[in-house]
């Protein structure tokens, strides 16, 4: 069973720059899995950042960037503001139909 | 304004049946690949099932056998058919449509509508 991988918590100051990843537990995340990203807040629907690996999805600010770092997927937030305090979750196209989400990341700015 | 929203959640025992609805607007529904992913409380997101335009069907392994994945077209509805529920199928589920046809992601999601399994 294929398991995708993100650190559970996460905490950047304002301002700062923080780099979340998507990995898996056998194996390289590569571009032929199309990472994307999605951001939720408590008692909302998911919203999409990022898709294809780097792409941004449309209103999406140019500070969140997506890439491959080593064997994963990368979700990286620059100047991290109070509002991007979210969860946040990458989803792998895994072939043959099937999608993997990952667990998620509790993003805190403090 | 591209739409998506869900219905038919409510309560049911464990063991029943119960089929949630997706209703489309603002967009060509049968041109789209869809999706249901579900949210239990506290917990992640999870993939449940996808259609595409041709009405391939797919699903992972824990809702596979139980959950039935389907489209109307001339309705612009998506839908779901759950049965043998369990209380871990408790969660809020949502519809979501894929992106295009040569990308792998979702771009539009509904708000939700709540499945609670429970006797």
């Known amino acids: 069973q294929t398991v995708v991988t993100q650190e559970p918590s996460f905490s950047v100051s304002p301002g700062g720059t923080v780099t979340l990843t998507c990995g898996l537990s056998?194996?390289?995340?590569?571009?032929?899995?199309?990472p994307s990203w999605y951001q939720q807040t408590p008692g909302q629907a998911p919203r999409t950042l990022i898709y294809?690996?780097?792409t941004r999805s449309s209103g999406v600010p140019d500070r969140f960037s997506g890439s491959i770092l080593g064997n994963k997927a990368a979700l990286t937030i620059a100047g991290a503001q109070a509002d991007d305090e979210s969860d946040y979750y990458c989803v792998l196209y895994m072939g043959s139909g099937i999608w993997v989400f990952g667990g998620g990341t509790k993003l805190t700015v403090l | 304004e591209v739409q998506l929203v869900e219905s038919g959640g409510g309560l049911v025992q464990p063991g029943g049946s119960l089929r949630l609805s997706c209703a489309a607007s603002?967009?060509?529904?049968?041109?789209?690949?869809m999706h249901w992913v579900r949210q239990a409380t506290g917990k992640g997101l999870e993939w449940v099932s996808a259609i595409g335009t041709a009405g391939d069907t797919y699903y992972p392994g824990s809702v596979k056998g139980r959950f039935t994945i389907s489209r109307e077209n001339a309705k612009n509805s998506l839908y779901l058919q759950m049965n043998s529920l369990r209380a871990e199928d408790t969660a809020v589920y949502y519809c979501?449509?894929?992106?295009?046809?040569?990308?792998?992601?979702?771009?539009?999601w509904g708000k939700g509508t709540t499945v609670t399994v429970s006797s």
């Open positions: 603002g967009f060509t529904f049968s041109n789209y690949d």
């Open positions: 979501a449509r894929r992106g295009s046809w040569y990308n792998y992601y979702m771009d539009v």
């Open positions: 294809s690996t780097n």
């Open positions: 056998s194996g390289s995340v590569s571009t032929s899995y199309y």
